[in-house]
């Protein structure tokens, strides 16, 4: 199973960006999703999960009420949405699949990650 995120970039503190992420190899609609992020000199954290059939869904603190996870289950193709993004969500965001029902851990395949920056 591969994973390809991509639609990072550098941007303005308050603009907004759509993240992508590419399943191929593997069967999507078996995988809950997620999404999570590395900051320089941080550990990496939990953003956003998707659960399998789109309907569910879970934010970090951080995340709630800028961000937006969703799915495409016919695209294989999971997305993150960030608005009102500020410079402390400057950092390497990824993609993950999950077999099991788990929010936060036992995440099986991985994505190479897409940089965002945010300027203030």
């Known amino acids: 199973v591969q994973l390809q995120a991509f639609g990072g970039g550098s941007v303005q503190a308050g603009d907004s960006l759509r993240l992508s992420c590419v399943v191929s190899g593997g069967t999507f609609s078996r995988y809950g999703m997620g999404w999570f992020r590395q900051a320089p000199g941080k550990e990496r954290e939990f953003v956003a999960w998707?659960?399998?059939?789109?309907?569910?869904?879970f934010y970090a603190d951080s995340a709630k009420g800028r961000f937006d996870i969703d799915r495409d289950n016919a695209k294989e193709t999971v997305y993150l949405t960030t608005n009102t993004l500020k410079p402390e969500d400057t950092a390497v965001y990824y993609c993950a699949a999950n077999e099991e029902v788990e929010v936060r851990v036992g995440y099986n395949f991985w994505g190479q990650g897409t940089q965002v920056t945010v300027s203030s």
């Open positions: 998707i659960d399998r059939g789109g309907h569910r869904v």
